[in-house]
């Protein structure tokens, strides 16, 4: 297999890096060292390490590989979203989405390859998951955006694990993914402005909560009571909302973080005010935000877009009721705006 049977750098958070070289005997700063190589100055070859004796570069390059993505197919929007269709060391196809705001340059990252949760109003559940993406891989999304956002002297400084996949299916590769990232003397990018989305994995929650770490935390929520959260989230029928409100509950209090409640807008299925005042009820105590997302419509799917007017009236009713909410800002609305599309797109092409 070549380099594709060693063990990928860019999955190594730097504690673990650490171990590493300290077990073939090298100091410890050595991996600091790495860490600068890789993610400051990314450099993407041993030899160039220079400051590395010529015996160290020869055993990493016998033991590890540096192995990055490679871009399969790009896209962008008039807005400046950039959604790529990643290709991995197996050939399995990733979409990553590159979103602009105001307050910087936002990734959503996708932690698995297809998903199982089956959402009824996702494009990304359209392929079952195959696998669940390594921390490399992860990481390797970063990176590949970073190379194209340096011709414009910009960089990655928001990351968000929304894209393909349920997190927290995956969940160690996702804690070493953002151990990397977090990491001072990598990529730097603040445990704040870093968010995980689950659809409601409970044991998840549970273990998420006891990190340490100031990560975010959001859960695709997308309905008020489980009659309706059933019919849109099979996941919902393990997880009931009378499991889960407990779990964000105690997610809130051990980590002193505030939840985000993910909740997209399909007309006539959960967009009226009696919705509202149930989503009201249900999550008032536990100090909440909501994150009302306009529907990306997907030709497999029946649901449509709830109007704006209804979308901006459940808004307020929330926020009169005490919730602060807001609506998404849309991003590529002229490309494959929804999660997944671009990947089903492209599979079901190849398979004709």
Same mark, same amino acid.
């Given at each position: ?21 300290e ?6 700063y050595?991996a ?11 450099? $993407? +070859?041993? %030899?160039e !390490?220079?400051? @590395? ?9 016998? +033991?590890y +590989?540096?192995?990055?993505? %490679? ?5 962008? %929007?008039q ?5 790529? @269709?990643?290709?991995?060391?197996? #050939? *399995?196809k990733?979409?990553? &989405? ?5 307050y910087?340059?936002? @990734?959503?990252? +996708?932690s698995e390859?297809?998903? =199982? ?15 669940g ?13 970073? *190379?194209?956002?340096?011709?414009? !002297?910009?960089?990655? =400084? $928001? &990351?968000?694990?929304?894209?393909? #996949? ?8 996702? !804690? ?11 990529? *730097? ?13 409970i044991?998840?929650?549970?273990? /998420? %909560? ?5 990560i ?5 929520l $997308?309905?008020p009571?489980?009659e309706?959260?059933a019919?849109l989230?099979?996941?919902a029928?393990?997880?009931?909302l ?20 993910e909740?997209?807008?399909l007309? #006539? ?5 009696d ?9 008032g105590d ?21 109007d704006?007017?209804?979308?901006e009236?459940?808004?307020? /009713?929330?926020?009169? $009721? ?9 991003? #590529?609305t002229?490309?494959?705006? *929804?999660?997944?599309q ?11």
């Amino acid at each position: 297999m070549g380099e594709g049977s060693l063990c990928n750098l860019y999955g190594f958070p730097l504690g673990e890096l650490t171990k590493q070289l300290e077990a073939i005997g090298e100091k410890p700063y050595r991996a600091q060292q790495l860490f600068d190589w890789l993610y400051v100055k990314k450099v $993407h +070859s041993f %030899s160039e !390490m220079s400051n @590395l004796s010529k015996d160290l570069r020869e055993t990493l390059s016998s +033991s590890y +590989s540096l192995f990055l993505p %490679s871009i399969f197919k790009k896209e962008e %929007s008039q807005d400046g979203t950039i959604k790529l @269709l990643l290709e991995m060391e197996d #050939g *399995a196809k990733v979409e990553c &989405v590159l979103m602009r705001y105001d307050y910087g340059n936002a @990734l959503c990252v +996708s932690s698995e390859v297809g998903c =199982s949760m089956a959402c009824a109003f996702c494009a990304s559940g359209l392929l079952r998951k195959e696998r669940g993406l390594t921390a490399a891989e992860m990481v390797g999304q970063v990176m590949v955006m970073n *190379a194209l956002l340096e011709k414009e !002297m910009e960089r990655v =400084s $928001h &990351v968000v694990v929304m894209g393909t #996949g349920e997190p927290f299916d995956n969940y160690d590769e996702v !804690m070493r993914f953002i151990r990397i990232i977090n990491e001072q003397k990598g990529l *730097a990018i603040g445990a704040r402005h870093i968010t995980v989305s689950t659809c409601g994995i409970i044991p998840g929650i549970q273990r /998420y %909560s006891e990190e340490g770490l100031q990560i975010n935390l959001a859960i695709s929520l $997308h309905a008020p009571n489980d009659e309706i959260r059933a019919k849109l989230m099979p996941i919902a029928r393990k997880y009931p909302l009378k499991d889960l409100m407990p779990a964000v509950k105690e997610y809130v209090e051990k980590s002193g973080r505030r939840v985000t409640f993910e909740y997209i807008m399909l007309r #006539g299925v959960n967009d009226s005010l009696d919705c509202a005042a149930e989503l009201v009820r249900l999550i008032g105590d536990t100090f909440g935000y909501v994150n009302l997302i306009p529907f990306n419509p997907v030709k497999e799917k029946p649901f449509e877009r709830a109007d704006r007017k209804v979308v901006e009236k459940f808004r307020d /009713y929330l926020n009169n $009721h005490g919730i602060k909410c807001t609506i998404r800002k849309e991003f #590529g609305t002229d490309i494959d705006a *929804a999660c997944g599309q671009l990947r089903v797109k492209y599979e079901r092409k190849s398979r004709q």
